[in-house]
């Protein structure tokens, strides 16, 4: 069988050997995101990264950022195995800063020429306040906190870095990657699936704009459309274990540690499902819980290769999970 990920992973390293050189696109540049608009007089040369998984798309892109915000893992450099390979072509090894707020101070010691907030926990008063420091660059305007596609997010971050033509080269692959992979597991098409993550003894799910939905869309899958109806500001929606039959789908994808996971499949709900009876269920791993969750032109290819025969298996009713 065709290795995706591997094909990917090479074509990728590519790309990014051929972004190392200074880029060629050095006007200025105006650019509108959610907070406002920025001027950039030249294609940066200290990025620092404050939301939780923009160091990925710069790594696509060919740049070190010199500081970045990890989100979880504790992985070095805030970096997972699926963006390793892109840092450590780059030979980047940017400062790391924990926690989940953004630390002020930190940044300011970073000496940004510019700050990627694409997908951070930012609000107008803390936009206000790093603005300060240097240019931020906020998430694309027109979309609910944490909804804005991948790709438009790509798109934003590749026209303030000067690197427009490389981001749309990296959008193509990881595109190409995809369908692809739902041509090759074409009964996933119209099938109905969704993300389902264990907090406590709550059940978390998720609306049609969030990113391992759109990435499950993207293999052929139908997110239930009633979850839009369901989900708050932050795009998602809690449910107490009683409403398990919720996400009793085609096939559920399941964000969870093992004792979650054991918690899950003790329940007599569960017991009785479909998803247990018929096993529709898809358990990730701790890596693909973190690239599920990253959704980044690093992370998709990634998982997505790893997850779609079984989601395919899964829907015929043989999963192995």
Do not use: C
Not at 291 to 317: D, E, H, K, N, Y
């Amino acid at each position: 069988m065709r290795s995706f990920w591997l094909i990917g992973l090479l074509a990728l390293i590519s790309l990014i050997s051929l972004s190392v050189a200074p880029a060629a696109e050095a006007e200025p540049v105006t650019l509108s995101h959610a907070y406002g608009t920025i001027t950039l007089e030249a294609p940066p040369e200290r990025v620092v990264s404050v939301g939780y998984h923009e160091q990925d798309f710069l790594y696509a892109l060919g740049i070190a950022p010199v500081g970045v915000h990890e989100w979880f893992g504790g992985r070095p450099y805030a970096t997972w195995s699926w963006a390793e390979p892109a840092r450590a072509a780059l030979g980047a090894e940017p400062e790391v800063q924990r926690g989940f707020e953004i630390d002020f101070e930190w940044v300011w010691q970073q000496k940004p020429d510019l700050i990627v907030a694409t997908f951070a926990p930012l609000d107008a008063e803390s936009y206000a306040t790093l603005s300060k420091i240097a240019p931020v660059l906020g998430p694309p305007e027109g979309y609910a906190n944490w909804t804005a596609p991948w790709q438009e997010e790509m798109r934003l971050i590749a026209a303030a870095t000067g690197r427009v033509a490389r981001g749309e080269e990296v959008i193509a692959h990881v595109e190409g990657v995809l369908n692809d992979l739902a041509t090759t597991y074409s009964r996933l098409a119209g099938r109905e699936a969704t993300v389902a993550y264990v907090s406590g003894t709550e059940l978390v799910g998720y609306g049609a704009g969030d990113g391992a939905n759109r990435m499950l869309a993207d293999l052929g899958l139908t997110i239930p459309p009633e979850f839009d109806n369901m989900v708050t500001e932050a795009g998602s929606f809690s449910v107490s274990l009683e409403r398990l039959d919720i996400f009793d789908r085609d096939v559920t994808v399941w964000l969870t540690e093992d004792d979650g996971r054991q918690m899950i499949e003790a329940l007599p709900l569960y017991q009785k499902s479909r998803l247990r009876q018929e096993k529709r269920s898809v358990w990730a791993d701790e890596e693909e819980m973190g690239a599920l969750s990253f959704q980044s032109p690093l992370s998709i290819p990634w998982v997505a290769a790893r997850i779609a025969p079984r989601l395919s298996r899964a829907v015929t009713g043989s999963s192995q999970d």
